[in-house]
Nanobody
């Protein structure tokens, strides 16, 4: 299994920015899509963004379009999630995940991802 480690979470005020990082243990970004998910207390896990291997196509939940940007650096084995214009409803534990497929479109739900990081807390509050 892939090993993934998230970092970059913290406490920010509404309208602020954070950049999350997902470090992957192997040079697999060319063959595995990587997704970002979040889960708030008392709520179900929600898909946030995904980046496909090979073509690098990206996907975003409607709630974050225009505010979040996913990117990757294959040389560093790292995927990033730049979060701007943060809102209180963005508060959650954020996870990155990997799976066996090349393309984000092949994943029907979070259950199709087999490898998960430990999560990093993002809190947006004044």
């Amino acid at each position: 299994q892939l090993q993934l480690v998230e970092s970059g979470g913290g406490l920010v005020q509404p309208g602020g920015s954070l950049r999350l990082s997902c470090a992957v243990s192997r040079s697999t970004l060319d063959t595995h899509a990587i997704g970002w998910f979040r889960q708030a207390p008392g709520k179900e896990r929600e898909g946030v963004s995904c980046i496909s291997s090979s073509d690098g196509r990206t996907y975003y939940a409607d709630s974050v379009k225009g505010r979040f940007t996913i990117s990757r650096d294959n040389a560093k084995n790292t995927v990033y999630l730049q979060m701007n214009s943060l809102k209180p409803e963005d508060t959650a534990v954020y996870y990155c995940a990997g799976g066996p497929y090349y393309y984000c479109s092949n994943y029907a739900s979070f259950r199709d991802f087999g490898s998960w990081g430990q999560g990093t807390q993002v809190t947006v509050s004044s």
